[in-house]
T-cell receptor
Framework: GAGVSQSPRYKVAKRGQDVALRCDPISGHVSLFWYQQALGQGPEFLTYFQNEAQLDKSGLPSDRFFAERPEGSVSTLKIQRTQQEDSAVYLC??????????????FGPGTRLLVL | DQQVKQNSPSLSVQEGRISILNCDYTNSMFDYFLWYKKYPAEGPTFLISISSIKDKNEDGRFTVFLNKSAKHLSLHIVPSQPGDSAVYFCAARVTGANNLFFGTGTRLTVIP
């Protein structure tokens, strides 16, 4: 299919380990978003890219979280020195238009991260 | 603070009847609202949206109503079908801002 894909789907990490989560957006989509969804909660915004530019990272919870989209397509969310509170589902979404207009964000299936 | 609230964590409805899912928000700057549906192990899927200049938007069996003065919106599904069983998230955004604010979701179960 031509939807948003994410890998890995599941990741178990030991506390202190670094992890990298990948997002392949819908081809040609300008905007890419990362969200964090804790158990029993709705998704919470982490960061936004317009093409390769990271225009908003206000939702990143700490400097251990880092995201990149170097060529304006695939994006990677990296979490350094993982902590147990980082355990969540990480969702990626993409959109064909720039953020802030009445666009629809299309979500991937998410990566479920469990930090032990 | 939770700017978008879905106070009913779950709802059960008989097949063929109407499902009404509710959402309240606190930020008066929100001007675009969306409903997403989520099945287990999948990402949220866009369902329907409404701009603040409207008070109703309809798409097949799905209708969203917006009451700006009450800061309240609702999603009506009629008739409800077993395949509608999922978690429904309400989301809102300020035009010009980058992110969506989501509620905590309502789990709808449609009983055959």
């Amino acid at each position: 299919g031509a939807g948003v894909s994410q890998s890995p789907r599941y990741k178990v990490a030991k506390r202190g380990q670094d992890v990298a989560l990948r997002c392949d957006p819908i081809s040609g989509h300008v905007s890419l978003f990362w969200y964090q969804q804790a158990l029993g909660q709705g998704p919470e915004f982490l960061t936004y890219f317009q093409n390769e530019a990271q225009l908003d990272k206000s939702g990143l919870p700490s400097d251990r979280f880092f995201a990149e989209r170097p060529e304006g397509s695939v994006s990677t969310l990296k979490i350094q020195r993982t902590q147990q509170e980082d355990s969540a589902v990480y969702l990626c979404a993409s959109s064909s238009s720039i953020a802030g207009v009445e666009e629809t964000q299309y979500f991937g299936p998410g990566t479920r991260l469990l930090v032990l | 603070d939770q700017q978008v609230k879905q106070n009913s964590p779950s709802l059960s409805v008989q097949e063929g009847r109407i499902s009404i899912l509710n959402c309240d928000y606190t930020n008066s700057m929100f001007d675009y609202f969306l409903w997403y549906k989520k099945y287990p192990a999948e990402g949220p899927t866009f369902l329907i949206s409404i701009s603040s200049i409207k008070d109703k938007n309809e798409d097949g069996r799905f209708t969203v109503f917006l009451n700006k003065s009450a800061k309240h919106l609702s999603l009506h599904i009629v008739p409800s079908q077993p395949g509608d069983s999922a978690v429904y998230f309400c989301a809102a955004r300020v035009t010009g801002a980058n992110n969506l604010f989501f509620g905590t979701g309502t789990r709808l179960t449609v009983i055959p």
